[in-house]
């Protein structure tokens, strides 16, 4: 905690609209009860290092291959959290599985955003614009976004907010993403992040 903020890292891996989103909120008010402090990316090449950068947030890119694989990556991540004082983080289009060890040390401390309705289009295998395309194969006519805390099932743990979203008619994966992106996930999850910042501050002040 600092200045009486939960202190917060995001994890990232690709474009970081989400990421921005954050950062849009945290500048407008909505995510008042935590500060982004620290962005690590495991792709050097991620366009949300650059929204880091434009934000003047600190950023980092640990990759598997830098790092001598998961383990190392994990044990990095760890180092830089611990050194900053993170008490919250959050997968924003994080695109790499935490091991067990790794979830349970930051119980109820870590949040993801998944581009569906959970438990439909969920766990390994089902990330990114994969999710859109199975959504479309099924024929569902609702689908959404769902922010949720990160435990050792992938896309399993307990849920926090969740919005739907019209699938329609002609809808390509890359349409369908969009709209998803734009009416659920960037709502949610500065929602999702301002409510358990607030909740850590709480339980912190007790
Ligand atoms: C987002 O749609 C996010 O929900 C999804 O990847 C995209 C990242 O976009 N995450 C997953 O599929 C995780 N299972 P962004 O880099 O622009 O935020």
Redesign the pocket.
């Given at each position: 905690m600092k200045n009486n903020k939960a202190s917060i890292a995001v994890l990232?891996?690709?474009?970081?609209?989400?990421?921005q989103a954050l950062l849009d909120a945290q500048k407008s008010g909505i995510l008042k009860s935590g500060s982004i402090e620290l962005v690590i990316s495991n792709n050097a090449s991620a366009y949300?290092l650059q929204r880091a950068a434009n934000a003047g947030v600190e950023a980092l890119t640990l990759t598997k291959k830098a790092c001598g694989g998961q383990q190392g990556m994990e044990e990095a991540i760890i180092h830089a959290l611990e050194e900053r004082g993170i008490d919250l983080i959050i997968l924003?289009?994080f695109?790499s599985i935490l091991s067990a060890e790794f979830t349970a040390r930051y119980d109820h401390r870590i949040l993801?955003?998944?581009?569906s309705l959970i438990p439909s289009f969920c766990g390994a295998g089902?990330?990114?614009l994969h999710?859109h395309e199975a959504a479309l194969a099924k024929g569902v006519k609702v689908t959404g976004?769902t922010v949720h805390f990160v435990n050792e099932i992938p896309?399993g743990g307990e849920i926090i907010l969740q919005k739907a979203v019209n699938v329609h008619e002609g809808d390509t994966p890359e349409k369908l993403?969009k709209r998803?992106?734009r009416q659920a996930?960037w709502k949610i999850l500065p929602a999702a992040a301002e409510k358990v910042s607030a909740s850590l501050i709480n339980r912190q002040e007790k």
């Open positions: 990232v891996s690709g474009g970081g609209t989400n990421l949300a924003a289009g695109m993801n955003v998944h581009p089902f990330y990114g999710v976004a896309d993403q998803v992106m996930e």
